[in-house]
């Protein structure tokens, strides 16, 4: 069976959270990905303490696609440095497993 893997980012814009979900699905280097937001994140920019409003992108994928995940939000995402964060699913049903692994080519 696939490993699986959660991916989260963030992004400025539902639109943009949407279009990262979308073409990653479309790509196949996800299976789904779920939006959550607004959320506010409190970060350090270029010296400066900021306070922003995002939305969160979290993607299920598996860990033979993680790298053509990574390479798509790099290429995609608006930020310059955006958040990439991948963890290991410790336990999933098997049917989902398998569900995620047909759905990425996995």
């Known amino acids: 069976m696939a490993e699986l893997l959660t991916v ?13 979900a979308a073409g990653a699905v479309d790509r196949r280097v996800a299976a789904c990905a779920q939006i959550a937001g607004p959320v506010t994140s ?3 920019w270029e010296g400066e303490v900021r306070d922003d409003p995002e939305w969160q992108v979290l993607f ?7 790298a053509a995940l ?10 310059d440095v955006p958040e990439i964060i991948a963890t290991p699913v410790r336990r ?6 398998r569900w995620v692994a047909e759905e990425t080519g996995a």
Do not use: G, M
């Not at 963030?10 to 639109?15: P, Q, R, V």
């Open 70 to 79: 990574e390479t798509f939000l790099a290429e995609a995402h608006t930020y």
């Open 42 to 44: 409190v970060y350090r």
């Open 8 to 20: 989260l980012t963030t992004t400025d814009s539902a639109e943009s959270a949407r279009a990262l």
């Open 92 to 97: 999933a049903s098997a049917a989902y497993a």
């Open 60 to 66: 299920k994928t598996t860990t033979e696609r993680y």
